[in-house]
């Protein structure tokens, strides 16, 4: 019966491969099929790499990453990629860093600059020229990207309308984030985002290129905002959730 144990982990780890994990996921063994183990057939036969740590008869996830696989047995985690890369469709926060005739430069934190066309917001005309300055804060969604070309973002979606997109309003805080806790932020039922929402009444808006514009009502409870979510990247659930109700028993 020992294979069938086997089997059974080894489908839970494979389906997971691919995916973003974070430290302190599991994979376990069920516990019926432990017991009629011959000892050659125990778990530790699966080889744990980089960011996976053994302990009894789980797999247990040390630092967050996509988990991977080499056949037969060895896993490991793959350390999120730090540099963004450009992705058509994809909505990224960017910095305005120089404009010249027609054209806005965006640093998006990718190994390029990105344009950016006065007429590519909303309302925007040849005589009704948008007001964007050097050092503003744009939320803009990538028309083009890929090897060949300059890639170039939008502030407007297929029908023209602004939607979300655009200059950033003052006040609010930029911070970076890994690329991993951006796909946590933006999954449909984010835990994190909902708990923050708890805490503090708070904008959030998220790009893609892992950074994180942040408002709350008082610049004391943006900045609070800012450091929780940077301390997530590193936590488990169960140690954030511990985190935010600290913060919670001395904000009230």
Not at 66 to 88: C, D, G, M, N
Not at 187 to 194: F, G, V
Request: charged share 20%.
């Amino acid at each position: 019966g020992g294979a069938v144990v086997h089997t059974s982990m080894f489908a839970v780890l494979k389906e997971k491969v691919g995916q973003v994990v974070v430290p302190g996921d599991e994979f376990c063994f069920d516990a019926e099929n432990t017991i009629s183990l011959s000892e050659s057939a125990k778990p530790d036969r699966a080889v744990c790499g980089p960011g996976l740590r053994r302990t009894g008869d789980r797999l247990v996830v040390m630092k967050s990453g996509v988990l991977r696989h080499k056949p037969p047995l060895t896993f490991w985690i793959e350390s999120q990629q730090k540099r963004y890369v450009a992705t058509k469709g994809e909505t990224v926060i960017g910095i305005v860093t120089a404009r010249g005739g027609d054209i806005f430069r965006v640093d998006f934190g990718g190994s390029e600059l990105a344009s950016l066309s006065y007429l590519a917001f909303e309302g925007a005309t040849k005589r009704n020229r948008p007001n964007v300055q050097v050092g503003d804060l744009v939320f803009a969604q990538f028309l083009i990207a890929n090897k060949d070309m300059e890639p170039e973002l939008v502030c407007i979606d297929g029908s023209g309308r602004a939607n979300g997109m655009g200059v950033f309003g003052p006040g609010g805080l930029l911070i970076k984030v890994s690329l991993g806790l951006v796909r946590r932020l933006l999954a449909p039922k984010s835990d994190i985002r909902s708990d923050l929402e708890q805490l503090f009444p708070c904008e959030l808006v998220v790009g893609m290129n892992g950074r994180v514009w942040v408002r709350a009502s008082s610049v004391q409870q943006t900045l609070i905002v800012a450091n929780l979510l940077q301390s997530c990247d590193t936590m488990t659930t169960q140690q954030r959730q511990q985190l935010f109700k600290k913060v919670q028993q001395g904000a009230l």
